[in-house]
């Protein structure tokens, strides 16, 4: 079945940086974008960006941009996220979702990977 | 950026009996192809959310019959026809029409 597994929770420092991972299976991993959200605690969930997994093309939510790095891997099904000069106010749940093409909506949805940033 | 309200933001619902959130943006959702890009999805504890509701009314695979949604241009309900103990969890919308996608606050629907 379609599925969107990510890597395991993170602690980080404050200016450090955080890369997760998401790999896909089920599907032609470079017929369907891959988007990112986060939900902060207590937060609506945020829009982060989206990746072209066939081509490689990004776009970044201006809150992000410079700070956030989409890049995939074809040969191993995979999407990363990285986010640079992380404070706390980066704690959250970090979560792809695979943009389906006939209506834009996503479906599946990874299960989510805490990321706490703390001293 | 379009702002996507809401409500209510906490839902108490007795089983069996119906229920009904709303969802408001700021600007329309009706594109010149006639769908509204609405997409409701359920939260449940632990775990990351699940599409629900695409283009404004129709429900995804598997999801059962007693949800549905309505609305258009600016203004969209969810509704639960009979609530069940597994409907819990929190509720969002969300708009597909522009970038950045953005979701509503989220409405937590609990059993009575």
């Known amino acids: 079945q379609v599925q969107l597994v990510q890597s395991g929770a993170e602690v980080k420092k404050p200016g450090a940086s955080v890369k997760v991972s998401c790999k896909a299976s089920?599907?032609?991993?470079?017929?369907?974008?891959i988007h990112w959200v986060r939900q902060a605690p207590g937060q609506r969930l945020e829009w982060m960006g989206w990746?072209?997994?066939?081509?490689?093309?990004?776009k970044y939510s201006q809150k992000f941009q410079g700070r956030v790095t989409f890049s995939r891997d074809t040969t191993a099904s995979t999407v990363y996220l990285e986010l640079s000069s992380l404070t706390s106010g980066d704690t959250a749940v970090y979560s792809c979702?695979?943009?389906?093409?006939?209506?834009?909506?996503?479906?599946?949805w990874g299960q989510g990977t805490l990321v706490t940033v703390s001293s | 950026d379009v702002v996507m309200t809401q409500s209510p933001l906490s839902l108490p619902v007795t089983p069996g009996e119906p229920a009904s959130i709303s969802c408001r943006s700021s600007?329309?959702?009706?594109?010149?192809?006639?769908?509204?890009?609405l997409d409701w999805y359920l939260q449940k504890s632990g775990q990351s959310p699940q599409l629900l509701i695409f283009?404004?009314?129709n429900r995804a695979s598997g999801v059962p019959a007693r949800f549905s949604g309505s609305g258009s241009g600016t203004d969209f309900t969810l509704r639960i026809s009979r609530v069940e103990a597994e409907d819990v969890g929190v509720y969002y919308c969300?708009?597909?029409?522009?970038?950045?996608?953005?979701f509503g606050q989220g409405t937590k629907l609990e059993i009575k």
């Open positions: 089920g599907y032609t991993f470079t017929s369907y974008a």
């Open positions: 979702a695979r943009e389906r093409r006939a209506d834009y909506s996503f479906d599946p």
């Open positions: 600007q329309s959702l009706l594109h010149s192809n006639g769908y509204n890009y």
């Open positions: 283009l404004g009314s």
């Open positions: 969300m708009q597909a029409l522009q970038s950045p996608r953005t």
């Open positions: 990746i072209n997994t066939g081509n490689g093309n990004t």
